[in-house]
């Protein structure tokens, strides 16, 4: 199949993985434009969170839109964190993950792409770069999600600033490029709690609110927000699944919310 392929047609990333690094890609994603797509029907902000694993306030904040009310289908949004990269001849979609340090899972979500196997030349891609993001913008949205207050101060330590707010306090990850956690009051157990990884991602992708505490029961803990509670194996340590107030258990990354 590869001794078909030719500059103006398909490429297929089966046929063609094991090929060389991508084509006149700008080194980091720094040269190449901001990602924007038209907001379709149906389309909401913890849904395109979910799609690009981007925090859903920080897409709000960055299309002007903080109480995230305003998205109408037709309307132009900016992705922050994410880059429009073209496709050249030669591409493949393995290789243009490696070169944004991410993987084909990320890439076949976010362009909504029906044949992983094939990207076309000229097709127009959105590629993460953590070149590209603001961490305060992306502070001041997860405090906006959690319900932390105003931002109080800054404070930059060891390849990460800590943004202090009133009620949290969020850690900025420069080596990650992405916020690793936010420590907040446990109103039920008393001290504080650590919410990083998937129960940070789900609480953020999902909107459910102000952090409310943690709860124990049958093997598992639950971090409990104004609106669901996340779920999570005391074996595993993994995130089992959200549990909502009228009886629903979805997993942490379904478009429910």
């Known amino acids: 199949m590869a001794d078909a392929f030719v500059a103006t047609g398909p490429t297929s990333t089966a046929a063609l993985s094991g090929a060389g690094p991508v084509q006149a890609v700008a080194v980091g994603g720094a040269q190449l434009p901001p990602f924007s797509m038209t907001a379709r029907p149906g389309d909401t902000y913890w849904g395109l969170a979910i799609r690009f694993k981007e925090f859903a306030p920080t897409i709000g904040l960055a299309n002007g839109d903080p109480s995230m009310t305003n998205l109408h289908a037709g309307g132009q949004l900016q992705i922050p964190g994410w880059r429009a990269y073209t496709v050249h001849a030669g591409d493949t979609l393995g290789a243009i993950a490696a070169e944004f340090g991410t993987d084909l899972a990320t890439l076949v979500k976010a362009n909504q792409l029906a044949n992983p196997d094939l990207i076309l030349v000229g097709q127009r891609l959105a590629v993460p770069d953590a070149h590209s993001r603001v961490p305060d913008q992306e502070a001041r949205g997860a405090a906006s999600a959690l319900g932390l207050g105003r931002l109080v101060s800054t404070e930059g330590a060891a390849g990460s600033i800590y943004f202090q707010f009133e009620k949290g306090v969020v850690r900025y990850s420069n080596v990650e490029g992405k916020i690793s956690s936010v420590t907040v009051p446990d109103p039920r157990m008393g001290g504080t709690v650590e919410l990083s990884g998937r ?38 340590q993994q995130v089992v699944g959200v549990r909502w107030p009228d009886g629903r258990f979805t997993l942490p990354d379904q478009d429910v919310y």
């Open 199 to 236: 129960v940070l991602e789900t609480a953020l992708y999902g909107l459910l609110g102000s952090f409310q505490g943690t709860e124990g029961a049958a093997g598992s803990v639950y971090y409990a927000f104004d609106r669901a509670a996340v779920q999570v194996s005391n074996v595993t």
